[in-house]
């Protein structure tokens, strides 16, 4: 790349130009995920529009693939790349809540952490995700699910407009009058057609204190707990969030001693209706003999960052999800052998209720294909050793392919990783595909942003779905 006129590009940015072998290269290319190893021929460390707009046309002009980090969190390692230019939107985390308009804008580097401290401030939250590290971006591209999910709606429901720089190195703000077609394909495309500077969110009124926390059984009693959960949530109010999860019990005094450290299945719940009733919650907290009971009235904030220590920076990450259509016995069963055999005490295995608010948005509404009732299940394999590698990636191939075989084989893209490409198809099907690949055809027609789960431009994927056919034929004769 030593031929490429770097001087010139970093003379133009207000951010910095870090190249392989310079001073910052080697942090710069690290991602959430330790498991990634890659090395871009040129990151860009974006303080504005205006150095993402000139690194992409820089990038046009030199035919460099483009990556797009926001937070940096995709477990399938799309925040980098190799070779490519790295455009890096980590510096921009500017936001600006509109209390009477009740909407925010965040800039295109942000985190959910940098949303929820601007939009408590006026007793407002839009629906993220629960770490609050994980970037905004890569969140709302692909979906974005949360405790805010079953009252209102995925973050990328509640998007309200988009400013997004193109392959050409244009500006276009995309929202329901604008770019119409563009602002379908960004609520659940992921980063397929540009990159995404700032964010406009509706908010609604949440907090600032919510009833929150965990109550956990010991993982032998997870088939009761699963069935007592699915029967539970049908009736219960929009304004609760009940996600059970399997997991190791962290060493805490609320915890009796001889279960520390031991595999136990929870169920992390949040309850945001204003009158805090702690009847709602009294059921779930009454039921069996839990070891664990920690449920008060928290900040918001705090809720929001409750899981960070489970899900710190650094450790080596593989992942897998699968909706089913039903909690039944076979897959309650399934469930309860692998939590119980989860192979590192950073492994999790959650089960989040995808119903209410969620599925009441029509299938086309948005690029975000799945609305059906279900139960989305994320197996999240993680471990700090990378002697452990083999080991634990088996044990989450292995859970992802039972629950296949049982599950409606849709997943949710921001859980799965590369390995799993031939999810994309089913996940868009036939007909959203089409869509997807002539909103990319427009805004991205040489597939310079292809470090995601990537949709080609409508004529390479009409291309390749006639020489797709030309094999088949060939086969046939
Ligand atoms: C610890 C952890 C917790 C998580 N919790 C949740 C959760 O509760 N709910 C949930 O729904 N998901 C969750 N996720 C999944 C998360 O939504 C995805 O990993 C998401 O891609 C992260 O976005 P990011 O911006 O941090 O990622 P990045 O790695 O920066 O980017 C991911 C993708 O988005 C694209 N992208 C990023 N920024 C931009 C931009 N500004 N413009 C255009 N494209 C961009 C990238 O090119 C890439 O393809 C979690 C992930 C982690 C690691």
């Known amino acids: 790349m030593s031929e490429l ?70 477990v399938a390692g799309h925040g980098t790349c190799d070779g490519g230019l790295l455009v890096d939107l980590s510096g921009m985390r500017d936001v600006r809540v509109d209390p009477e308009a009740r909407t925010v804008r965040v800039a295109g580097g942000a985190t959910l952490g940098d949303l929820d401290a601007g939009t408590q401030l006026f007793g407002l939250a839009t629906p993220t995700g629960q770490v609050s590290m994980t970037g905004i971006a890569g969140l709302t591209l692909n979906g974005g699910m949360g405790m805010l999910q079953r009252r209102y709606g995925l973050t990328c429901d509640n998007l309200l407009s988009a400013d997004v720089v193109t392959a050409d190195g244009s500006i276009v703000t995309a929202g329901a009058d604008s770019h119409p077609e563009l602002f379908w394909a960004l609520r659940g495309g992921g980063g397929n057609f540009g990159v995404v500077t700032s964010f406009e969110f509706r908010c609604h009124p949440v907090g600032p204190t919510v009833l929150a926390g965990m109550v956990a059984w010991p993982v032998d009693k997870a088939p009761e707990v699963l069935a007592f959960l699915r029967d539970y949530i049908v009736d219960a109010p929009e304004e609760l969030s009940a996600d059970a999860l399997f997991m190791f019990a962290p060493p805490l005094d609320v915890i009796p001693q001889e279960y520390q450290g031991t595999r136990l299945i929870g169920i992390f719940l949040r309850y945001v209706g204003a009158d805090l009733d702690p009847e709602v919650v009294r059921p779930i907290r009454e039921f069996g003999t839990p070891v664990l009971d920690f449920v008060y009235p928290m900040p918001y904030v705090a809720v929001q960052q409750m899981l960070d220590p489970l899900n710190p920076n650094g450790n080596l990450h593989y992942w897998t999800g699968e909706y089913l259509a039903e909690l039944g016995d076979k897959q309650i069963e399934l469930l309860s052998m692998f939590g119980a055999s989860l192979p590192d005490p950073h492994s999790i295995i959650e089960v989040i209720p995808f119903n209410a608010a969620v599925t009441r948005v029509a299938p086309d509404a948005t690029a975000f294909s799945h609305r ?55 996940v868009w099907n036939k007909t959203r595909m089409r869509r997807l690949a002539k909103v990319k055809a427009q805004y991205d027609p040489g597939n310079m942003f292809r470090f995601n789960h990537n949709i080609k431009p409508a004529d390479d994927a009409d291309k390749d779905a006639a020489a797709d056919a030309d094999t088949r034929r060939e086969r046939r004769r």
């Open 5 to 74: 006129p770097t001087d010139q590009l970093a003379a133009q940015l207000r951010g910095e130009l870090l190249v392989p072998d310079g001073p910052g290269y080697e942090d710069a290319r690290r991602v959430y995920n330790a498991a990634i190893n890659r090395r871009p021929a040129l990151i860009v460390r974006c303080r504005g529009v205006a150095d993402v707009v000139r690194s992409v046309r820089f990038a046009a002009e030199h035919s460099l693939p483009v990556a797009v980090r926001g937070g940096g969190h995709s």
């Open 372 to 426: 059906q009732d279900s139960w989305l299940i994320h197996i999240l394999g993680q471990w700090p050793d990378p002697a452990d590698s083999h080991r634990c990636r088996t044990w989450v191939k292995r859970a992802g392919a039972d629950l296949r075989a049982i599950g409606s084989g849709d997943t949710y893209l921001n859980l799965v990783t590369d390995e799993e490409v031939d999810r994309v198809d089913t």
